[in-house]
């Protein structure tokens, strides 16, 4: 049995609030449009320094995609969701891909489907107070065995101007570094919903 533990570990610690004020002051100012027009100078990039250098024992894969036009990706960088995403079912495989340079907005893109894309973030770098619990039959469908090899992310509803993007915390997405298997977890938690101010200090939470 798969070992329960709490996913706030994986919160930022002392540096958490310079690192929410980093994430402010990369905000593109005026919206998604410069980001989709930043990426598109970077079409067709290869995100593998292997791939860079021509290694020709990588399996490379040509993807088009919503924000990158077309790239090259290696097999081991696409993430698997056995289930899909809610919404979306039949998409299975993604790629993460940087909106800019900064590290901190990433692209979940699909595979298959270039137009089926989403901005996805960390949370911890913006809801110092976001915490909640992975239970046991998720971390054996994931094969998650330790704290260090999860990634979580929150997919983001980009709205212009950026700065009333809003983060759905109620369904985080959890992904298994080590092996590339990745679900939508579905919160059934009162404090958290699908819409919160990205930029807040953190995230609503009723009383009582």
């Not at 540096?15 to 402010?24: C, K, Q, T």
């Not at 619990?133 to 929150?154: C, F, G, H, T």
Request: with cysteine; glycine share 6%.
């Amino acid at each position: 049995m798969v070992p329960f533990f709490y996913l706030n570990v994986f919160k930022p610690g002392g540096a958490g609030a310079e690192r929410r004020l980093a994430a402010e002051k990369c905000m593109p100012p005026q919206g998604l449009e410069n980001a989709k027009e930043y990426a598109h100078r970077k079409e067709r990039r290869r995100f593998s320094p292997a791939a860079k250098a021509g290694d020709p024992s990588l399996n490379m894969m040509k993807l088009h995609t919503k924000y990158h036009g077309e790239v090259e990706i290696e097999d081991a960088a696409i993430w698997h969701f056995e289930g899909g995403i809610p919404g979306f079912p039949d998409e299975k495989s993604f790629v993460l891909l940087p909106l800019l340079d900064d590290g901190i907005y990433m692209v979940l893109q699909s595979t298959a489907s270039p137009y089926v894309a989403f901005v996805v973030t960390s949370p911890f770098l913006f809801f110092r107070d976001y915490e909640f619990n992975i239970d046991d039959a998720m971390l054996e469908q994931l094969s998650i065995e330790k704290e260090e090899d999860v990634r979580v992310y929150a997919i983001l509803t980009v709205r212009d101007p950026f700065s009333e993007t809003t983060a759905n915390l109620q369904a985080p997405l959890i992904m298994n570094e080590k092996n590339h298997k990745a679900k939508q977890l579905i919160l059934n938690d009162r404090h958290y919903h699908t819409r919160h101010p990205l930029f807040a200090d953190g995230p609503d939470k009723e009383k009582g």
